[in-house]
């Protein structure tokens, strides 16, 4: 399948850096350690590129030199939510650089034989219409899970919202592009294709079974 998608709302952050990292990550002889490394990293710098358009507000600050006007981002800031379990991986990375961030987590699992997403859990910040909600999960593959989370998120208020995958099919672009029309949407990779088991080809395998040693 080619790599058609909408790139007013899809970033690819192609960065030479990602896609080192990324080359490790898919390798089947990356360890569990290594993998959650990266994983974190990869996310680390997918927060960078999420965020270049935050807004900012004057503030008056005073050097060991002098007085002068600088920026800091106004408003209530973010909050980042994991779709577990995988998503979890994704959160220190985003951690690191905004640490005062509100943590959500929001579980979906997807049923093995149908493929459908199912909600099992919720707990978010109770101001998170007035947050960027920066949503993790490490794969974006037939994309039902990610469109219900949406869903369910913009039930519960939220405005701006940011999907940050590290590799995205384009099946499930289509479906969560199609489902949510404002949200954006940031990956490492665009792969080729979902397999007929619903897994991304060339993919790197099961995100959450890799960062947390299970099978």
């Known amino acids: 399948m080619a790599k058609e998608f909408d790139r007013a709302r899809v970033t690819v952050v192609d960065h030479p850096l990602v896609k080192h990292k990324l080359s490790i990550l898919r390798d089947e002889r990356t360890g569990t350690k290594q993998f959650r490394d990266l994983v974190r990293e990869l996310a680390r710098l997918e927060c960078y590129e999420a965020t270049r358009d935050l807004p900012v507000e004057p503030v008056r600050i005073t050097t060991p030199l002098c007085e002068m006007d600088a920026e800091r981002i106004a408003g209530r800031k973010l909050a980042v939510i994991p779709i577990l379990r995988a998503g979890l991986g994704m959160v220190d990375g ?32 109770e101001d998170i219409g007035r947050r960027v909600c920066l949503v993790v999960d ?8 990610a469109a ?11 405005r701006d919202i940011r999907f940050l995958c590290i590799v995205a099919a384009p099946e499930g672009l289509d479906v969560v592009l199609r489902a949510d029309p404002d949200v954006r949407i940031f990956a490492c990779s665009v792969d080729e294709r979902l397999n007929d088991d619903a897994y991304i080809v060339p993919g790197l395998g ?3 079974d890799r960062i947390f040693g299970t099978r």
């Open 138 to 145: 490490p794969m974006l593959a037939t994309g039902g899970s």
């Open 148 to 158: 219900a989370a949406l869903q369910y998120l913009r039930g519960q208020g939220a």
């Open 206 to 208: 099961d995100a959450g």
């Open 94 to 125: 985003v951690l690191d650089l905004i640490p005062a961030a509100r943590v959500g987590h929001l579980g979906m699992y997807r049923d093995e034989v149908t493929h459908e997403p199912h909600e099992y859990y919720a707990k978010l910040p």
